[in-house]
């Protein structure tokens, strides 16, 4: 991938930088910005790791509603036969307790933005469950019959209920990290 060599990495330190690290494309090759005082050894970990950022970053391409739209009929193609036909696909901010919702009787589907950025298999296994309620309202054992074709639906699960339990860990005042990295 262009930008991962490290001829194609350029570190610059800064005197007014004092606890961030951020990292930046410019043409074909990759900007590390680093506090002026930090050693050698720090810097090379923090450019292997701003250079993982950035590709994990540029790999998550968002999706927009009609591309939604596009891989929810892909989907349903692969996985249910096709008979999952849904009359809309389009992401919502609206949703912050649900990944995913749907109005069978409609035809939408709506997903929370909070998925956007998150692997694709987990966002296609949303996708793939609200589908699966086009075809089975509730979630019964036909429900979960229709899902077990998708083969990264407990993997998805998991990441889902981990996400889940971070956001209910408490915040503690004065805990203190690594400089912040941005992006």
């Known amino acids: 991938m262009p930008g991962e060599g490290p001829a194609d990495v350029e570190v610059r330190r800064s005197a007014r930088r004092r606890r961030t690290v951020s990292a930046y494309r410019e043409g074909g090759r990759t900007i590390v910005l680093i506090p002026a005082g930090m050693s050698v050894a720090e810097e090379r970990r923090w450019v292997t790791v701003m250079l993982r950022k ?28 096709g008979r999952a036909r849904p009359a809309g696909v389009r992401w919502v901010t609206n949703q912050n307790s649900r990944w995913g919702s749907c109005t069978p009787a409609e035809g939408s589907i709506r997903l929370s933005h909070r998925l956007q950025g998150m692997p694709d298999y987990v966002v ?23 899902l077990e074709s998708y083969p990264r639906t407990e993997r998805a699960r998991g990441y889902l209920e981990g996400v889940a339990a971070a956001e209910r860990l408490p915040r503690r005042a004065g805990d203190t990290e690594d400089p912040a990295p941005s992006v």
Do not use: C, I, N
Not at 66 to 76: M, Q
Not at 124 to 146: I, M, N, S, T
């Open 124 to 146: 296609d296994y949303v996708l793939l469950h609200e589908l699966a309620h086009l075809l089975v309202p509730g979630h019964g054992e036909r429900f979960w019959k229709l």
């Open 54 to 81: 950035l590709a994990a970053q540029e790999s998550r391409r968002m999706l927009g509603d009609a591309e939604l739209g596009e891989r929810a009929t892909l989907l349903s193609e692969q996985y249910l036969e």
